[in-house]
């Protein structure tokens, strides 16, 4: 089944302390992308990229990196979690330019 | 620069039809997506519009008037199912990755 898998589904965690969001897809996508979903806000992109080893920040980077070393794969860093980065966070991949995306399921993050 | 609007909330009764409005300003047009998402849940694909006029799909019609910038979902034969949040989203293609911009997304709540 075509998918972009996203884990953990759940996180609480404390400030500073160190932690990655995988996601995955497995469609041979070039372009995959970090959301970040808010109320009131929208979805908002945190980080993309075009193809492997190829990252760039999106309209909300601040506090987060990203890597690509392999196609199929995502991960989110948050190097020193705080309290404004609870929030509600999707990865996506799409085909190519113009096309849309498929989202994972998203991870739901609290940082007290 | 990139703007999408679209109403917050709807109400609308089982059976009944429902249109969401999305006027956008966009710099340069590459078609329009429509995604439907329930809450706390990723956003799935409903729709996407390049060329003007409508498209209908089962239940559920898109159309597009890129001379008005105005687009509208239209649901009908409403089911208690289709309470989700509707997203319009434009690509943007003179920002590199395939940049999705979306809008505030309109909630729609189906009454018995």
């Known amino acids: 089944e075509a998918q972009v898998t996203q884990n953990p589904r759940y996180l609480i965690t404390v400030t500073g302390k160190k932690l990655t969001v995988t996601c995955s897809q497995n469609?041979?996508?070039?372009?995959m992308s970090w959301y970040r979903q808010d109320p009131g806000l929208g979805l908002r992109q945190i980080y993309y990229?075009?193809?492997?080893?190829?990252?760039d920040k999106g309209d909300v980077p601040e506090g987060y990196k990203v890597s690509r070393k392999e196609k199929r794969n995502f991960p989110l860093i948050l190097e020193s979690p705080s309290p404004n980065q609870t929030s509600l966070y999707f990865c996506?991949?799409?085909?190519?330019?113009?096309?849309?995306?498929?989202f994972g399921s998203g991870t739901r993050l609290t940082v007290v | 620069g990139q703007n999408i609007d679209q109403p917050t909330e709807m109400t609308a009764t089982e059976g009944a039809i429902v249109q969401i409005n999305c006027t956008y300003q966009t710099s340069g047009f590459n078609g329009l997506f429509w995604y439907q998402q329930h809450a706390g849940e990723a956003p799935t694909f409903l729709s996407y519009n390049v060329l003007d006029g409508l498209e209908e799909k089962g239940r559920f019609s898109s159309f597009l008037s890129r001379s008005k910038g105005y687009s509208y979902l239209l649901l009908k034969e409403l089911q208690m199912k289709d309470s989700a949040s509707y997203l319009c989203a434009v690509p943007n293609f003179k920002a590199a990755g395939n940049k999705l911009t979306f809008g505030g997304g309109t909630r729609v709540l189906v009454k018995p």
């Open positions: 990229s075009m193809n492997v080893e190829v990252t």
């Open positions: 996506a991949s799409s085909l190519g330019q113009g096309d849309g995306y498929t």
């Open positions: 469609m041979n996508h070039e372009y």
